[in-house]
């Protein structure tokens, strides 16, 4: 382990790898901050479930345009840098929101303010993962390939065990600090990483500049001008007419600066064509990418899945917290659950089914999903009480089998992009399949927050849960008539 370590640290830099850990420590972490969230929009804000939800909702959009981020800075390099200078811009902005709202009660207690903020904060998080996954593709390019699954891996670690200690930190912390407190704690965090961002040096980005060209050339046009006006003044005493050559000494001059100012119009043309005809390459690339059958289908069918099934999540949040009074120290340990869960099934996918054809892995899975959402109908309808059965196990044991299976569903899709896409836009498409599933997900909570209005559900009237649950589960099979966008022979690794 001590061999590797170094190894890894020669291979790409203490600094390098110290940035790249606390970057997805914190993607982690954040279930910390995002727990005290939820029970500030419920306790202090009393929102209705619907409406907590759709605070929620929005503020995660960000996540849904995650292309958006890659190919900006992929395009549009910032002083020669297309990664440093905007993990610098998106770690600011997703300090300073937490700051406004932990020191300005006004900010956080009211629900448009905040959920500004948040989702202002999520822009920053969002695009720190896009850069840094653009990081760690060009970082295992440049002739360490042999390193490539070990910094995965340790960008992977990174995250769940952010995930896991925020977890279980949340609830305890929202315990015993005040919800000011504990956003401003969370801050440490992304300060941190503002200023480790100063330690990893990053080379300018191979483009055509002119700058130097133009400053050379409007350096000599001056010099030109200056000259004239010498000659000028060391020929005044021998020279009748040195007033008429001191106007057209001014006159040189007047050429020199329009010239130089003609060049500087000239090079910051040549620069925005250049970051448009780069836009226009990577979008070009990345549509030509996407638009591959084996690739255009299943994430059709993985945005269908989403969007067809209205997410009530929050609503059993209310649920659980207000009729089954379990506290929020018991929901952080579910998320640990969730967190194992998840890697589980990360681990169980890649040793059994990733030459699976991929119809069939799919069907089993949402047929799998759709019999655990009958856990949420036995917790609603009290029957688990008649059998001995505690709510804290039925939560707990399914919420850590969602979780796997969940990644039954997205495992094939990743290693479909890294297999298929083309050299050199790998991050971006990847960005693109996460934001897919972001925005599906994103619109299944708008309409999970539809459902909840409808059915007229709100805090401390759950009459209609049932109801909703029952929608649910009749929704999720929607997504079993469209497998036919799956191509029969696919597996998780190929066509």
């Not at 440093?84 to 629900?111: C, D, E, H, Q």
């Not at 039925?394 to 969940?406: F, K, P, R």
């Not at 209005?453 to 929607?478: A, K, M, P, T």
Request: hydrophobic share 50%; aromatic share 12%.
């Amino acid at each position: 382990m001590i061999e590797w370590s170094k190894q890894l640290k020669s291979a790409f830099g203490a600094s390098f790898i110290w940035l790249i850990c606390l970057i997805y420590f914190t993607q982690g972490f954040r279930s910390f901050v995002w727990t005290a969230v939820s029970y500030h929009l419920k306790d202090d804000l009393k929102l209705s479930p619907s409406a907590s939800q759709f605070v929620t909702s929005v503020a995660f959009f960000p996540w849904s345009i995650k292309p958006l981020y890659g190919i900006i800075s992929d395009c549009i390099p910032i002083r020669g840098r297309r990664r440093t200078p905007y993990l610098f811009i998106s770690t600011v902005l997703s300090l300073v929101p937490w700051i406004m709202i932990g020191l300005n009660a006004s900010l956080r207690s009211s629900k448009v303010p905040l959920m500004f903020f948040l989702t202002v904060q999520n822009i920053g998080s969002a695009m720190a993962d896009v850069v840094a996954d653009a990081m760690i593709a060009e970082a295992v390019r440049f002739e360490r390939a042999a390193f490539a699954g070990d910094l995965q891996s340790i960008s992977w670690m990174s995250m769940a065990l952010g995930g896991i200690f925020g977890s279980l930190l949340g609830g305890y912390v929202l315990s015993n600090l005040h919800i000011d407190a504990i956003f401003l704690l969370f801050a440490i965090l992304p300060a941190l990483q503002l200023v480790s961002c100063g330690l990893v040096e990053e080379s300018p980005a191979n483009s055509k500049d002119l700058s130097e060209d133009s400053n050379s050339t409007s350096l000599h046009m001056s010099n030109g001008g200056d000259n004239a006006e010498n000659v000028d003044h060391l020929t005044n005493g021998f020279s009748k007419t040195s007033t008429s050559r001191r106007k057209k000494s001014q006159k040189n001059r007047k050429k020199a600066i329009l010239s130089n100012n003609s060049l500087k119009q000239v090079k910051n043309k040549s620069l925005a064509l250049q970051w448009f005809y780069s836009l226009k390459t990577a979008s070009y690339s990345l549509f030509n990418a996407f638009r591959q059958p084996i690739i255009l289908r299943p994430m059709a069918w993985f945005f269908l899945a989403h969007i067809t099934f209205p997410n009530i999540s929050t609503v059993m949040f209310y649920y659980q917290t207000e009729l089954l009074n379990l506290d929020a120290s018991f929901l952080g340990n579910v998320r640990v659950v969730g967190w194992l869960g998840l890697m589980l099934g990360t681990s169980i996918y890649n040793k059994y089914l990733k030459r699976k054809k991929l119809q069939k892995t799919l069907m089993w899975a949402q047929i799998a999903l759709s019999l655990l959402i009958l856990i949420d109908m036995v917790l609603v309808s009290r029957a688990n009480i008649a059998y001995g059965i505690s709510d804290k196990i039925l939560v707990l044991w399914g919420t850590a089998v969602a979780d796997a299976i969940n990644q039954f569903k997205l495992m094939p899709f990743l290693i479909l992009s890294g297999q298929l896409c083309p050299p050199g836009i790998e991050g971006t498409l990847f960005a693109l399949f996460m934001s897919i599933k972001n925005f599906g997900s994103t619109v299944g909570s708008f309409v999970g927050a539809w459902l909840a209005s409808i059915l007229n559900i709100s805090s401390g009237s759950f009459d209609n849960l049932h109801l909703g649950i029952v929608i649910q589960f009749f929704c999720s099979f929607i997504p079993l008539a469209f497998l036919f966008l799956i191509p029969k022979d696919a597996t998780g690794l190929s066509a």
